[in-house]
């Protein structure tokens, strides 16, 4: 929970909040089908869920081409990170965890609460993109992890697929790698863009998967982990697994994990608001980084406080980083009327 994602966002003194914009929610989740099944899960909820977790694995597995020993459910990708920080903290005791930065920082913040050293790769000078190259050239025998975020949290940019398949097929024969794929449904073609291929391939390699994105289910709470059935089992040790799950979440997971149709209108409403913020932004004079997530980061022209203090005058809350020499604002997507005020603060500050 201290992850800076999880920090509650203030309404402005004594104003109203327009449009939270800074966690990466999904307005437009949970979905239909997913509420039905909520509401007649609840009366069920004297019952142990059990039986629907092993559904719900089982139904992730053969849609991913894994076994089902190869899915570790959890309520939130979160915990699993924090689950995953803490074991190979313990099997490699003071080893190093090499990520980019900046990226989504909550695995190496655990890892380091229990004693793991963190390296940090800085992004590509020109395109802010996962520097590989010299991600892979710090791997030694004092690695204990290589984590990667495609797309990106907080730039949104999304790693070349070929490169990052080949990086995983060499670095994991060396060391594990552990790759969130937390945004990935909102990447032009997630098929094209997973490294789940790897997993098949048997490699040490775990993918993080989320509810909390294109399926709009932040707060019910699940996520998973695709790995290899040993990995998963030591990982669980330290968290995930069916034990912390519920009936309505799972249930509503169940409902609406293949509701294509479903999946595409939140994924295109989502596309609709992203393609407003560029012209939002292009019209303000501001440039972006092309994003392959539910947000977008621009650099900004004042510091990064007053920018997030004055856009929360305006009803509006976002968040600011300071990288390369610059601040940086990320907006979350969300519904049409939540970008217009979003467009209006941001003309009214600029
Ligand atoms: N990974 C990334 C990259 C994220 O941005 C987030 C949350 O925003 C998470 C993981 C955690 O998501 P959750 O615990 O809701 O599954």
């Not at 509650?8 to 914009?21: D, N, Y």
């Not at 089982?58 to 849609?63: L, V, Y």
């Not at 990320?330 to 970008?339: A, D, E, H, I, N």
Request: aromatic fraction near 10%; charge should be neutral.
């Amino acid at each position: 929970l201290d992850a800076p994602e999880m920090m509650p966002t203030l309404p402005p003194k004594g104003g109203v909040m327009k449009a939270r914009l800074s966690a990466n929610e999904n307005p437009y989740g949970p979905s239909p089908k997913a509420l039905k099944a909520i509401s007649e899960a609840a009366s069920d909820g004297f019952l142990y869920p059990f039986s629907y977790a092993g559904q719900l694995q089982k139904m992730i597995a053969e849609q991913e081409g894994v076994q089902p020993e190869q899915i570790l459910l959890a309520p939130g990708s979160g915990s699993l990170l924090t689950a995953a920080a803490i074991h190979y903290s313990h099997i490699k005791p003071g080893g190093s965890i090499i990520s980019a930065d900046p990226t989504y920082e909550s695995l190496m913040r655990a890892a380091v609460q229990h004693g793991a050293k963190w390296e940090k790769v800085p992004l590509t000078a020109n395109d802010y993109d996962h520097n590989l190259a010299e991600m892979e050239k710090r791997v030694g025998d004092n690695t204990s992890l290589m984590y990667v975020n495609n797309p990106n949290n907080p730039t949104g940019v999304t790693i070349d697929p070929v490169a990052l398949r080949a990086f995983v097929d060499r670095v994991s024969a060396k060391k594990p790698v552990f790759v969130d794929e937390a945004y990935i449904h909102y990447t032009s073609d997630p098929k094209k863009f997973t490294v789940i291929e790897n997993v098949k391939k048997g490699q040490d390699v775990l993918v993080a998967r989320t509810f909390s994105k294109i399926y709009g289910m932040a707060g019910l709470r699940l996520g998973y982990l695709v790995g290899q059935p040993d990995t998963l089992k030591a990982i669980s040790k330290w968290g995930g697994g069916p034990g912390g799950l519920t009936m309505t979440t799972l249930r509503a997971a169940l409902a609406c994990y293949q509701d294509d149709e479903f999946i595409k209108y939140s994924l295109s409403k989502g596309l609709e608001a992203r393609e407003f913020l560029y012209q939002t932004l292009k019209t303000n004079g501001y440039t972006y980084l092309p994003s392959g997530t539910n947000f977008v980061l621009f650099p900004i022209r004042m510091k990064g406080e007053d920018f997030v203090s004055r856009m929360m005058d305006q009803g509006v809350s976002i968040r600011q980083w300071k990288f390369d020499g610059q601040y940086w604002c990320r907006v979350s997507l969300g519904t049409m009327p939540q970008m217009q005020a979003f467009a209006e603060g941001l003309k009214v500050i600029s």
